[in-house]
């Protein structure tokens, strides 16, 4: 069965640093591009990174400099490494990949910054 499955979340400082996980199961994510997006309370989802198959990387302006997408090929991984969190970072995550016209979501995974 095809699937992904985020992990890494959880209530952090503001200032303060997480590392979500994409871990893949079914397909190779290298020969796709793999998005996160994040969804906070009462608003839409919203697009936070992608990294195509090249490893070519993009960011929503709001997390630029602050948000570092990666992919481990021999892992099947795509990390989304999150520094000096914000408290509007709070929201759930989630990765996403297109294969054959067909689209997953991992399950979502909350990240909360508060102090």
């Known amino acids: 069965q095809s699937q992904l499955v985020e992990s890494g979340g959880g209530l952090v400082q503001p200032g303060g640093s997480l590392r979500l996980s994409c871990a893949a199961s079914g397909f190779r994510l290298n020969y796709y591009d793999i998005g996160w997006f994040r969804q906070a309370p009462g608003k839409e989802r919203e697009f936070v990174a992608l990294?195509?198959?090249?490893?070519?990387?993009n960011y929503a302006d709001s997390v630029k400099g602050r948000f570092t997408i990666s992919r481990d090929n021999a892992k099947n991984t795509v990390y989304l490494q999150m520094n000096s969190l914000k408290p509007e970072d709070t929201a759930v995550y989630y990765c996403?990949?297109?294969?054959?016209?067909?689209?997953?979501w991992g399950q979502g995974i909350q990240v909360t910054v508060s102090s």
């Open positions: 996403f990949v297109r294969v054959a016209s067909r689209d997953y």
């Open positions: 990294i195509t198959s090249g490893s070519v990387t």
